[in-house]
């Protein structure tokens, strides 16, 4: 922030002739005057992408500091500070050391867009199969959407943003990550592995051929920018402690970029885009759709318990899985002893009776019970009606299945 301009910007504000011709040197002055005013009327500033002003000028975070102590703390202005890249933020507002540390009376992170909203940003109503296939490409991020509402044809947007050199989505994951980490070369590294499909540490450093212990500095940056996410079974008692953990490619943009852009960016740049949309139409669905897709239902199931629509107030809802099983979601409830299980199938013709079956033979593995317990436990089971079971009284089956859920 250039203290002219904010000078300009506050005399404009404040309709004040004198403070727009002074010669000022200094911050204080300027915010004087707005505390001046504030005692007349409500203030609220906004001061965007602040992690700039501290990066070019350290000494500012200082005197603002002493501006807010002496001046705005005690007058009725509301400071709010916004930025875009977090590991900055974090260190010039929220660290111990940082001057500012302290002082904050509230702090927001923005979240994606969830997609109950995401029909909103379209001004004629899509179908829900296309807003889901949107949806795994541009995730929550208001922009990104932006950029793909403009056509409701999926593949002349795909042309226009990624497939395009000079779209600035086309490389924006190296922007994103240039500005937050150094080494870039070793998280794009990690995140090409993770999107081939290696989610164990062990799977990941094998093919990066580096020490496992050598990861989690990496691993845990990209958790702390939403990029990863360190995934366990959801019946894990102490998920910190859990060996069973998966790293997953959280951010759906991200992920849809290292496994669809990223590989064949030298055929993009050369124009081979066929080329290119070709093996996107191969895999999209399997290896990136039915992915978020999962994350969509999770995300309905905590709605559903949100809302009372449960026999119960769910705790937790992830997915599970051992070593040759796997279920999409379950939510549990220890309080209510409630144990919802759910299988996301993103098919165009209906589903069958197997996955049924299917689901319904994971059950005694999902909730742990030994062989010994099985034979014991009793379970009434209806497609439509609560099931009882002696170890998890309130036990309810929940199919979620395109479309009906939505």
């Not at 009327?41 to 992690?51: G, K, N, W, Y």
């Not at 490409?137 to 056509?151: H, L, N, Q, R, V």
Request: proline share 4%; glycine share 4%; hydrophobic share 40%.
């Amino acid at each position: 922030m250039n203290r002219q301009a904010f000078q300009q910007i506050a005399a404009d504000f404040l309709d004040d002739e004198l403070l727009q011709s002074a010669a000022i040197l200094r911050w204080e002055p300027i915010f004087k005057a707005l505390a001046q005013e504030a005692a007349h009327q409500r203030i609220v500033l906004v001061i965007d992408e602040f992690q700039y002003i501290g990066k070019n000028n350290p000494v500012f975070l200082s005197v603002f500091q002493r501006i807010w102590d002496t001046l705005l703390s005690q007058s009725n202005i509301m400071v709010i500070l916004c930025g875009s890249l977090v590991s900055m933020m974090m260190s010039q507002t929220l660290r111990y050391d940082s001057p500012l540390y302290g002082r904050r009376t509230t702090q927001l992170k923005l979240r994606p867009i969830a997609f109950s909203y995401y029909h909103e940003f379209f001004n004629s109503p899509l179908p829900q199969d296309e807003l889901i296939e949107r949806y795994s490409i541009t995730g929550g991020i208001p922009k990104y959407i932006e950029a793909f509402s403009t056509t409701h044809d999926l593949r002349t947007s795909l042309e226009n943003n990624l497939l395009n050199p000079s779209a600035f989505l086309f490389d924006e994951p190296n922007f994103l990550l240039q500005k937050e980490v150094s080494a870039i070369g070793n998280y794009f590294s990690i995140l090409r592995v993770i999107a081939d499909g290696n989610h164990k540490i062990s799977k990941i450093a094998a093919v990066l051929q580096q020490k496992q212990s050598n990861l989690p500095r990496y691993l845990n940056v990209l958790i702390d920018l939403d990029i990863l996410a360190r995934e366990v079974p959801v019946t894990e008692a102490h998920p910190e402690k859990s060996k069973r953990g998966l790293y997953q490619i959280r951010d759906h943009f991200i992920r849809f970029w290292f496994q669809f852009i990223y590989p064949y960016i030298s055929y993009i740049k050369m124009g081979h885009t066929d080329l290119v949309l070709s093996r996107l139409q191969q895999n999209f669905i399997d290896r990136q759709v039915s992915f978020v897709y999962e994350s969509i239902c999770q995300e309905t199931l905590w709605d559903l318990s949100a809302s009372g629509k449960l026999p119960g107030l769910l705790e937790k809802i992830g997915r599970w899985w051992d070593g040759s099983h796997e279920i999409d979601v379950v939510g549990l409830s220890e309080m209510d002893k409630l144990l919802v299980l759910g299988e996301c199938k993103f098919w165009k013709g209906p589903v069958g009776l197997n996955v049924l079956e299917n689901l319904e033979k994971k059950l005694p593995m999902s909730i742990g019970i030994s062989s010994s317990e099985k034979s014991s436990m009793s379970c009434s089971v209806s497609m439509d009606s609560a099931r009882t079971c002696n170890r998890w009284p309130k036990f309810v089956k929940i199919y979620i299945y395109y479309p009906d859920t939505f």
